[in-house]
């Protein structure tokens, strides 16, 4: 199972910090990612990890967007800076095992001023 939290009311240029918590190990080989979902969207790959290619960056732009993980703590993060009104969403994490996958149940971004 994931737990995801962080996510929260922020203004425009504000940076947030989302974090999602594995209930068991991630291995070498699995890939935790991001997604996000804006209102009346469909859910999009943000950014994800692995240790085998490092992180990797899809609908999101590098400069503002670092995906990161602490295998130590089974947890992925996603700090997002420079929060603009594009970035409201609700946003997941994914766990890619060699025969599961999860997903996480999701926290809400909410920029607004």
């Known amino acids: 199972q994931l737990q995801a939290s962080g996510g929260g009311l922020v203004q425009p240029g504000g940076s947030l910090r989302l974090s999602c918590t594995a209930s068991?190990?991630?291995?070498?080989?699995?890939?935790m990612a991001w997604y996000r979902q804006r209102p009346g969207k469909q859910r999009v790959l943000v950014a994800a990890i692995a240790d085998k290619n490092g992180p990797t960056y899809f609908d999101s732009p590098a400069s503002r967007f670092t995906i990161s993980k602490d295998s130590a703590k089974n947890t992925v993060y996603l700090q997002i800076d420079d929060l603009n009104f594009e970035d409201t969403a609700v946003y997941y994490c994914?766990?890619?095992?060699?025969?599961?996958?999860?997903w996480g149940q999701g926290t809400l971004v909410t920029v607004s001023s």
């Open positions: 994914h766990l890619a095992q060699k025969t599961n996958t999860y």
């Open positions: 068991g190990p991630i291995f070498a080989n699995d890939v």
